[in-house]
């Protein structure tokens, strides 16, 4: 028998109620009482549901439902204050008039542009010039200097950076790394 162990499935019935079964599975269910008393339930049920009245709603069905629905009032906007229309109006007119100046004079905003960033770029270069002096006038940098300018204090504070940023990571990652566990009775 080449049909599998299992029964009729879901798919199986429908193609028995629609004359298309397989002949493996005809073959099954007159071999299995389970599947046979299935098939004479779900044949049953079939002329149970056909038995049952059929509801239709009334033509005026979708109406009446409708007007169960609430419906917010359509959003319309409201003055309630001439001040605040007029505020509203004023702000129109005077970004109208910025727009419209601006248009006109572009060669006077370009050159306001420049100004300013010009003033800016000084005021910068300023800043950092005061800077620097101020710091070239503290006691540390001459001490700074005499060590960046004496080789064999250059080649100790390179050798110290050599060995130091190693062992700095190799430190870091020790910290970093989650310590392993050594039997089931570990915790964190």
């Known amino acids: 028998m080449t049909w599998p162990t299992q ?8 193609a028995f109620h629609s004359a298309s079964l397989t002949r493996e ?15 004479h339930q779900d044949r049953a049920l079939l002329q149970a549901l056909e038995s049952l009245p059929v509801f239709a709603p009334r033509a005026d069905f979708a109406d009446r439902v409708l007007a169960r629905v609430h419906r917010p009032a359509p959003l319309t906007v409201r003055i309630r204050k001439p001040r605040s229309v007029a505020l509203a109006a004023l702000i129109l007119i005077g970004l109208g008039a910025s727009a419209g100046w601006s248009i006109i004079n572009r060669a006077l905003l370009a050159s306001w542009i420049d100004a300013t960033a010009m003033e800016i770029g000084r005021s910068i270069w300023i800043g950092f010039a005061t800077l620097a002096q101020n710091l070239s006038e503290q006691p540390w940098v001459s001490g700074l200097l005499q060590v960046g300018s004496s080789t064999p204090a250059l080649v100790a504070l390179g050798s110290a950076l050599l060995i130091g940023y190693p062992a700095a990571m190799m430190a870091l990652r020790r910290l970093l790394v989650l310590p392993r566990s050594t039997g089931s009775n570990a915790s964190w």
């Open 25 to 39: 599975a005809a073959q099954h269910l007159e071999d299995c009482s389970q599947c046979h008393a299935l098939v």
């Open 7 to 14: 029964h009729l499935t879901a798919e199986d019935l429908d």
